[in-house]
C-alpha cells in the first residue's frame, strides 16, 4: 500500500443530499471490504444519514484520495435516568492494509475532549454494541469505566441506563446481545484466548452471525483525561521503540529517510478498527 494518506472531515448536516449520497456510496466500498450483512440504503442510514444531533465523519484517504477507512462519531442529545445526558456512538473500519494507520485513535481522543469542554456536567456515555471481540478488547484494556467487565458485576445504575438506551435507541437487546447485522469479514477465531476475549465470547458467542455485545463507557471528564494520558505514554513509549529498531536497522537509517509515514498513534479511549460501534 502508499506509505501517504490522509484524512478528511465531514459534517452531513452542512453537505447536500447529492453531496451526503456521494460520500455515502464512497464509504460503502471501503465498508464492504470489512463487513457483509449490510446494504447500501442501511449503511448509509447507520453512517451518513443518523439523526443523530450531531455527526461528524473522519475519512482516511490514499494518496490517490480513495477511501480506506473512516470514523463516523453522532452525539445524541437526550434524557435517561430523569437526566440530561449526551450520548455518543460511532462506527468504526478501515481496509485490512491500512489498519495499522490507527487513524481514527486521536479523532476518537478529540472528540472526547470537545464533548468535556462544551457541555461541563452534564452525563456522557459511549454506547456500542460490538460485533467482534477486538474491538471489546482494545476498548477494556485501556478504559476502566466500562460495562460489562470481567473484573466486576455492572452497577445497578448503569444497568438502568443500559435498560434506558435499549429503548431509546429500539436496539431490542436480550441478555446483553443486539442483533446488529455487521458481520467481519475473514474473521478467525484465535487458537488462544485473552482473558478480555473469553469474557467477550462467553457472553456473546453469536458474534459472528452480526449480534453485538451491548457495552457502555463512561465519558466523564476524569476518565476522557485518564484515557488520554494513556494514550498519550502508549504513544511516546511505541514511537521509542520504533526509533529503536531503525536505529539498529544496517546503516543506521533515520525515521524520516526511511518511512513516509507517521508512527502510529495510540489506542484511544474507545473501540478500535475493525469492529463498529453502533
Known sequence: MSARTHTTLHRPRWMTAAARAALADALYATHREVFDGLDRDGFAQYVVE?????????????????????CASHVFDQVHLGRRTLVVRMEIAAEPAFRKQRF???FICLE???????????????LACFVHPS????LVRHVSAVW????????????ALM????RAFDLKVRDGIARVGWIARGDRRPKTLSR?????????PGYGRGEGLMTVISFRTPDVVQGVVDCARLCIRRRGEVAAGISAAPGGRSLGSAVRSPAPPPRPPGPAAPAPAL
Open 148 to 159: 460489562p467487565n470481567p473484573d466486576g458485576p455492572t452497577p445497578p445504575r448503569i444497568e
Open 196 to 204: 478480555e476475549a473469553a469474557f467477550y465470547l462467553e457472553r456473546n
Open 163 to 166: 435498560h434506558s438506551l435499549d
Open 104 to 106: 481514527a485513535a486521536k
Open 50 to 70: 443518523s439523526p443523530a444531533d450531531d455527526t461528524r465523519i473522519l475519512v482516511l484517504r490514499d494518496a490517490e484520495g480513495r477511501p480506506r477507512g473512516y
Open 112 to 126: 472526547a475532549l470537545r464533548l468535556a469542554a462544551r457541555y461541563p456536567g452534564v452525563p456522557r456515555y459511549f
Open 135 to 138: 474491538a471489546y478488547v482494545s
